[in-house]
Each structure stands twice: as structure tokens, then as C-alpha cells.
């Protein structure tokens, strides 16, 4: 069986190669680890820990703890805080629900977005990969 060549961005978003698709029929729960790039058309439920790049497409609805990733662009609806060591960007159909860490961001009109934003200033002292404590109540 041959294998199909990366697939390109759509216009407008940055020139990498995607090695990975979910499809719009694809749904996936649990925690999903990646190296290289993962674009998701169809629904996904849990966490992403990845140091590769993450693109979210306008159909697609991401619902997580936490996604970590060097990149993420998003055009479909996200629930969920997002740390990216390099860039956020969120495309005018995006819809971010939750708060955001990273070095670079980018919003096109049209977006809806209810979170923080935490710009890091120093990009080589961030690590997003590190382990987050749990946050349980006091007792």
C-alpha cells in the first residue's frame, strides 16, 4: 500500500508539511502524543502532549485538559488551555475556550475567544512539556 504524500496548509497559514490527518469522521479520546505535525478535521477528547505542530480545522472540535505543542493553529472550536513554545494562531473561524501561554499569537477578526493570555517573554526559559502539578482543593 503507498503511502500519501504530506499534505500543505491551506492558504494563508504557514508553509509545513502536515504527516498526519484525522479525518472529519474520525474521533479520538485519550491522551495523543506527536513528534512531527497532526492537523484534526473530526472531534478529539482528552489531552494532547506533542512537540511537534498541531492545526485544528474549521470543522473540528478539540475538547482537552491541556494541549501542549510547539505551534498551534486553529480554525475550529477548542475547549481547553493551549501552551505552544513557538506560536498560537487563531484563524477567523476559530473559537478558544480557555487560556493561552506563548511566546508569539496571532488573532484574525471574526474570532471568538474567552481565556487568558500569557505572553512568554523568554522562549529559551519556557518549557510546556514540563509536568503540571495537580491542582486539588484544599482540604
Not at 512537540?51 to 494541549?67: K, N
Request: proline share 6%; with cysteine; hydrophobic share 35%.
Amino acid at each position: 500500500m503507498s503511502q500519501r504524500p504530506p499534505s500543505k496548509h491551506r492558504k494563508g497559514e504557514a508553509e509545513y508539511l502536515i504527516t498526519t490527518t484525522f479525518g472529519p469522521e474520525t474521533g479520538f479520546s485519550g491522551t495523543l502524543r506527536f513528534s512531527d505535525s497532526l492537523r484534526i478535521k473530526g472531534s478529539f477528547e482528552g489531552e494532547i502532549d506533542a512537540t511537534g505542530r498541531l492545526y485544528i480545522d474549521a470543522e473540528a472540535t478539540v475538547i482537552a485538559r491541556r494541549i501542549v505543542a510547539t505551534s498551534v493553529v486553529i480554525g475550529g472550536t477548542v475547549r481547553g488551555d493551549i501552551d505552544a513554545l513557538d506560536r498560537i494562531e487563531m484563524l477567523p473561524s476559530a473559537k478558544v475556550y480557555g487560556n493561552v501561554r506563548t511566546a508569539r499569537l496571532r488573532i484574525a477578526d471574526g474570532v471568538v475567544f474567552e481565556g487568558s493570555c500569557e505572553m512568554i517573554r523568554n522562549p529559551e526559559s519556557f518549557s510546556p512539556f514540563a509536568p503540571v502539578p495537580n491542582s486539588a482543593p484544599a482540604s
